[in-house]
């Protein structure tokens, strides 16, 4: 006598994805990796998901990433690892389900990634991401002299896969040795990488990948019954990164490109970070980057595309930021229209 059939629906089998978690301080070149890196993957005919985090306004990074992405997903929080945790994972759910070939996470400057990394592991079965490479960038001109926040600067180091060094074409040969052995004190287990190698990596992983299809052990549709926690960290280190704060101005546009770049290297020493997006006299037909890393503005912006999404405007990061005085600055020197956003 023939048994009675089961006909319970087999899970869906889902491909395995690589995932790479970007991490690093301020201005340490983060999305100017992952920009290249995404441009270096399409040449593989391979697409990419991107979330990006930063403390204030992602959508400023956000628009230089548009062309690059087939996905580009914002998410915003002081402090990532801690409060905005279960929306981070539900947006690698999201990622999970688009059927695109890998999933980049660019965390602020400040974020500390271990408790990311632990959260990750305990959740594998849901995610389906391996392997998971932590890239952290090292600004080779000032790693290790960021004084009170080098601790937070070695934390993002030391749980690395990978390393990638930045701004090298302005450092000595010296100076790059002397990075490299520094990052190598504190973490040996890691590889240097850069965009090149990092895309190279990334596409032999999918083809690998492309071998094996898994079942997820949990609906896909939810990571939790009830919202995730990170595991409590009160170390020294990590209570570094809950002393930064963000502060927005909305601009007026167009503006003259040697005012916009005048008054951020007139910024106080407490911003250690900022980037404005705004449309210029000399070119009105797009919006242009400028950016500030620590005292120094970058001497050539990067060109964005006009778009609706997001208004002309100035993030500026640090631990010790006075917004109405920096209100006051940029209505006195780039107009009185200048309103917090």
């Not at 690059?68 to 929306?87: F, I, N, P, Q, R």
Request: with cysteine; net charge negative; charged share 25%.
């Amino acid at each position: 006598m023939n048994e009675a059939m089961d006909t319970t629906p087999l899970p869906a089998l889902v491909a395995v994805r690589p995932m790479v978690l970007l991490s690093g301080f301020l201005g340490a070149g983060k999305t100017t990796l992952l920009r290249e890196c995404l441009r270096r993957f399409a040449e593989h005919e391979l697409l990419a998901d991107v979330i990006l985090n930063d403390r204030e306004n992602p959508e400023i990074d956000c628009e230089t990433l548009r062309d690059h992405g087939a996905s580009v997903s914002a998410l915003a929080g002081s402090c990532l690892c801690c409060e905005g945790l279960d929306e981070l994972a539900g947006l690698v759910i999201q990622c999970s389900k688009t059927g695109h070939d890998a999933l980049f996470v660019e965390l602020n400057g400040t974020a500390d990634p271990i408790p990311l990394l632990e959260t990750f592991t305990l959740l594998e079965s849901r995610f389906l991401m391996r392997p998971r490479w932590q890239v952290c960038v090292v600004d080779a001109r000032r790693f290790g002299g960021r004084k009170g926040y080098s601790g937070l600067e070695e934390l993002q180091l030391e749980t690395a896969s990978h390393f990638a060094l930045s701004h090298v074409d302005v450092v000595s040969k010296t100076r790059l040795e002397e990075a490299r052995e520094q990052v190598r004190a504190i973490n040996p287990r890691a590889s240097e990488t850069d965009a090149l190698a990092l895309a190279k990596n990334l596409a032999d992983a999918v083809s690998g990948n492309r071998r094996v299809t898994v079942a997820p052990t949990e609906p896909r549709d939810r990571v939790s019954t009830r919202p995730l926690t990170a595991p409590l960290n009160s170390s020294p280190r990590h209570r570094l990164a809950h002393e930064f704060t963000g502060c927005q101005i909305l601009l007026p546009e167009p503006m003259t490109a040697n005012v916009i770049r005048k008054w951020l290297d007139e910024l106080p020493e407490s911003v250690i970070r900022a980037k404005a997006l705004v449309s210029t006299v000399e070119h009105p037909e797009s919006r242009h980057l400028f950016e500030r890393v620590g005292s120094e503005v970058g001497p050539r912006p990067l060109r964005v595309p006009i778009s609706g999404r997001v208004p002309a405007s100035v993030i500026m990061i640090g631990a010790e930021l006075d917004p109405p005085a920096l209100l006051q600055s940029a209505q006195r020197e780039l107009g009185r229209d200048c309103v917090l956003g």
